[in-house]
Every structure is written in structure tokens, then in C-alpha cells.
């Protein structure tokens, strides 16, 4: 391609976020230019998410935005809908010149050449691989704080979910590379990393032997470092030695996000998520009786086929008794080649979309409550951004919780806050986050870069 220019979107995840970098990495190193509109750039990428059915028909829409003319541009489709659709994905967009899923993006390269040489409807599909997407990060997306992926693909084969088919079989990196790129992060100035992979926790180094407890301790004792986060984890492999590492070292934040799906044993079984209500009640009771406070979060899946109202309550007991912080809830949606497909019994839309809103009622009650509890505490705020419309800095506690506050004393005079750890009182509180005023600037961050074009859409 004679004009290495390029445009890439990013839908989903963190972890398609995160590829994203890597992706624009690649292209750096291979003299290309990212623009900031699909219109003025030669090649065009999705990198794309096919967890609901939803964020799929997005994907088709951008691609029929160029299905008249596409320009002579030269489209890509990458991630979970290109692994999960295939070569089927040109007979639907004929105009689609490369399907490459993210278990073969270490053949990019290959595949790009490929269409310079003149090729059409290239594809990169294999899952069969042992290889991790392990490419340095040209340019992260935001200057402050870091994805860093440590396992990819998943082992659990939950009947709802496309992610083995799509990321391929669990492969953890080795450790040497997670430190080498952890150092390497905090030495560029940033202080806030977040350790990536479908199921987290479940990685073990395939040469050291290192346990997930034991990478995750190391890492919060590298200079530079003040957080490090995880997601997502799997309550089957949440041992307590990693929460023995949250103790010990407080970089690492006091939150955990445990993706539960239901309340009901018989609904998790029907789901093949490897435990039951009270095996996952064992691990959040070892969670909560941390010498730390550390805030929990989760995913719940609504209306899963066979879903009984008394399955239901059961998981709005579930809510009641966990006190999550935060949750993200989602109406069941049937995935092309998952097993829950062809369950029977399917729960109608409207009792899908009226248990949803109750689930959320509630759980805006019960972050309500915990949140007023912060009330008058000083809590030690990552700064993320500036909300002009209400003269206010966006922070992030390490509970995760968003802290919003305001300086009327002036202290950090009027400089630019974002990368830096402030001290804020907190003085109000609502179901979605903190109010507060600045106390004191801990720390400032060293380096500062713009943060460079990268679209995503959940
Ligand atoms: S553990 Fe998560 S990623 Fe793996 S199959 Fe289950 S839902 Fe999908």
C-alpha cells in the first residue's frame, strides 16, 4: 500500500481496547499513520466484539457504510465477530478485504503484505496457536494508566459465552515478559497498571511456575508503581493467596471484580460457571475478611434460558448478601454456536427487560448506601479527567468508586491535575459515585502525553 495511512475503531472490551495499542504498534513499526477519520485514511480496521448480539449488528452497520463505494480503501474486520464469522464474513460484506481474529495477529504483518501484494479477502483465522499477542506498545491510549495483558483466551467453556471460539485456548505469558513490560510501563511514567485477561487469575507462567498471586506481588513492588488492578477474574481460581498479596502491598487496589452471572446453583450449572452459590459466597466471605476493605463488583446475565422468578430472587438475594459496588447487568443474548442456543425454555423479552430494571433498582439502592459511608472520609484519588460543566476533576478511588471533586481552596493552583494521586475529602455521595473537595496533591505524574486517537464504543 503506497499510502500507509489508517483508521481503526475499537468495540468491546478492555481487553480489544488494549489490542488496539498493540495493533497500532504494529502499524508504527511498519511506517504507517493512524488518522482520525475513516475518511482520510487508506486502510480501515474494526477491531470488533461479538459478546451480544448488539454490539455485532454495530460492526455490520460501519461495514455497510462502505459497502457502495468503498474508496478504494482497503477494510479490515479484527477480533471476536472476524474469529466468529469467518470467511462467511465476505459473502455479508463482499468490500471486506481482511478477517483476522486476535489469535493470529502476530501474523498482521504477513497478512498486510499480503494485501499489498494485490491479494483479496485475506484471512487470519487459526486459533490453534500456543503464541500470545506479545508486541511492544508503540503508543498506549491513555498516558496515565496501562493495560497490560498477562493471559489470552479461556479454558472454562461456559454455555453462554463465545470467548473460547473466538480468543482460543488459555495461554498465560511468561513472566519475565510481564515484568520486562511492567518495568518498562513505569519507567515511561505510568503509575497505574491494569493486568488483563479473559480469566485473570487463572495464569501461571509457563516457565517460572509463578502463580497469579506471586506475579501480581511482584509487579505492585516495581518503582513507579502506585496501582495495579486485574480483570477479569474466574471465583474458581480465586485463591487466598492473592488476596494475601492485596494485604500485604497497598499499590494493589481494594477491588476485585467477580463475575458471578446468577444466583441460582441451578442456573450456574446450566451455565457451566464451575460453582455454586455457596462456593462463591466461600470466596467472597475470604475477600471481605481481608485485613482491607476491598470493594467487589460483578456481571449478571438476565433472563438465561430457564430463568424461574425463584432463580431470579435467588440472585437478588445474592445482592443483597454480596453488597456489590458496582455491577454490570445484561439481558441474556443467544450467541451462534454456544451450547445455551438450543436450551429450551427461552425467558420473553419484556420479563428480560422488566427483571433487568429491577435488578438495577437495587442495586442503585445498595450503591447508594455503601457510598454514603465515604462520606466525610479522605480517599486517595487517581485523577482521570476534567469535567468543565461543573468546574470538577474526575477521580477514581482504588475502591474503583468515581470520586468527582472541586479545589475552592485553590490548592493545586489552578494546574493541570490528570496523572496525578490527589487526597479528597469526601462530602457527598449518590447511587453512581463521590462529590468532594481536593485536600492535597500526593503526587504528580512525571510524563504527560496527549492522548492519541483511539475510538472505542461499548
Ligand atoms: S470464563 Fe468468561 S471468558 Fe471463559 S467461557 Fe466463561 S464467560 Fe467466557
Redesign the pocket.
Known sequence: MADKTYYIETFGCQMNVHDSEKVRGMLAMRGYEQRASADDAQLILYNTCSIRDKAEQKVFHRLDLWKRDSKGKKIGVLGCVAQHNGESIFETAPHVDLVCGSASYNQLPQLLDRLDAGESRVTGLNLDTDETFDLPVAERDNPHSAFLTIIEG?N???SY?V??FTRGPERSRSSASVMEEAARISAGGIADITLLG??VNSYRDPSAGWSFAKLLAAIGELDGVRRVRFTTS?PQDFTRDIVEAIESNERLCDWIHLPVQSGSSRLLASMRRTYSRDQYLRVIEMIKAANRQIALSTDIIVGFPGETQQDFEETLSLLQEVEYASLFAFKYSPRKGTDSMDYADHVPEEEKKERLAILQGLQQRIQRKLNERRVGLVEDALVEGYREKFQQWIGRTTQNRVLNFADPEGIAADEELRGAYCNVRVTKAGPNGLIGELVSVEYRPRAARSSPALHVLQ
Open positions: 479461556c472454562k467453556n461456559c459465552c470467548v473460547p479473559q480469566t474466574h
